[in-house]
């Protein structure tokens, strides 16, 4: 004789753990930060900021478009905003370093980003509070 008990069991078991996976994955949702946005950039912030070269869609990386950063940045730490207008937000909190010179570099970023431009990081304080991770 089956008892009707187990399936009854693990059913309640595998909702359960469903109920608990999706309740986290709310909670995450609204603990993830806002964007960081222009409303927080330091005033002047437009003068500072350099449009990225877009070289189109990345051969070896589907989904991708290559940027090249401009030769005339000075050397310092950069992070990446995607403009609109006046408006611009904050891509990532990926800082890219610039060592100066006529140093090529290459960034890889989805494709659709529209209009991306290095902004240094002395423009965005608020930066310090969301942690930043270095790139290269």
Request: a positive charge; proline letters at 7%; aromatic letters at 6%.
């Amino acid at each position: 004789m089956i008892s009707l008990h187990a399936p009854m069991h693990v059913t309640r078991l595998v909702f359960g753990a469903l109920a608990v996976v999706v309740l986290l994955a709310a909670a995450s949702a609204v603990a993830a930060s806002e964007p960081v946005t222009s409303d927080q950039f330091a005033p002047g912030w437009q003068a500072h900021a350099k449009p990225l070269f877009n070289l189109g869609p990345a051969m070896r990386v589907p989904g991708r478009n290559k940027y090249m950063m401009p030769g005339i940045l000075a050397s310092g730490d950069y992070v990446l905003v995607k403009r609109t207008g006046d408006k611009a937000e904050l891509i990532n909190t990926a800082v890219v370093t610039v060592h100066g010179g006529n140093e090529k570099q290459y960034i890889f970023l989805d494709a659709g980003t529209g209009q991306v431009e290095a902004l240094p990081v002395a423009d965005v304080p608020t930066l310090k509070t969301v942690g930043l991770s270095h790139s290269r």
